[in-house]
C-alpha cells in the first residue's frame, strides 16, 4: 500500500466536506494545517466525486466503488477524462451503460437496505490515494487533484481486476496513454 501520510488524512476530511456539501451536515472544522476543500479538488473533480455519491445514494447503495466514479467521469462529456477518452476512440456511451449496468447488478440485492450515507469502498479510497500521487509527480506548482487524475487513479488501481480497471482495459486505455494524452491537455 502506499503510504502518504498527511495528504491521507487530508484525503479523508475532503471526503467528509464532500458527504457535507451533499447532504447538508456539520462538517467538522479542518486542522488550520489542512489545505480547504478548493485547494485539494479542482471543481470538475468535486463535481465527479458528488455525482459517484449521490448516484449510489439514488440507487440505495451502501457503498460508492469504482464504477460509479467511472460512471461520473463519461457522464460529464465536458470534462476533460470524456474528451481524452474520446480521442482515443472509447465509446463513452457504452461505457456509461456499462458502468450503470454494473451498478444495478451488484447492488441488486442491496436495494430493499436504505443506505443513508454511502461508505467509500476500499478500491475507490485506494483510486483516491493514486490520484493525489498522479496529481503530486505532475510538473509545475499546483498539486490539485483534477478530474483526470481521478481517471490516471481508476487506471492504477487493478487489485482484483475491478470492474473500471477492466473495461477501460477493454476499450483499449492504457495508464501510459492515458497520461501521454492528458501532458497535451491545458488544464482545468
Known amino acids: 500500500m502506499i503510504k502518504f501520510g498527511n495528504q491521507k488524512k ?32 479542482t471543481q470538475k473533480a468535486r463535481k465527479a466525486l458528488m455525482a459517484s455519491i449521490t448516484k449510489a445514494k439514488e440507487l440505495h447503495c451502501p457503498e460508492v466503488g ?10 460529464d462529456k465536458e470534462g476533460t477524462p470524456a474528451k481524452i477518452l474520446q480521442k482515443m476512440g472509447v465509446p463513452l456511451e457504452t461505457i ?18 436504505p ?5 467509500l469502498s476500499e478500491g475507490i479510497k485506494h483510486v483516491l490515494e493514486f490520484a493525489a ?3 503530486k509527480h505532475r510538473p509545475g506548482d499546483n498539486k490539485d487533484i483534477e478530474s483526470e487524475h481521478l481517471l490516471l487513479g481508476l487506471l492504477r ?20 496513454k492515458a497520461r501521454q494524452e492528458f501532458a497535451k491537455q491545458p488544464r482545468e
Request: proline share 7%; aromatic share 10%; charged share 20%.
Open 10 to 41: 487530508l484525503l479523508f476530511i475532503s471526503f467528509v466536506a464532500i458527504l457535507g456539501m451533499i447532504h447538508s451536515i456539520s462538517v467538522p472544522a479542518q486542522p488550520p494545517a489542512q489545505a480547504p476543500l478548493q485547494q485539494v479538488f
Open 157 to 176: 488501481y487493478k487489485q482484483d481486476l475491478p470492474f473500471s480497471y477492466t473495461v477501460l482495459r477493454r476499450a483499449g486505455v492504457t495508464l501510459e
Open 96 to 113: 456509461r451503460l456499462q458502468a450503470e449496468a454494473e451498478m444495478a447488478w451488484s447492488h441488486e440485492t442491496d436495494r430493499e437496505m
Open 115 to 119: 443506505a443513508d450515507e454511502p461508505k
Open 66 to 75: 469504482t464504477n460509479f466514479l467511472l460512471w461520473a467521469l463519461v457522464s
Open 133 to 135: 500521487d498522479e496529481a
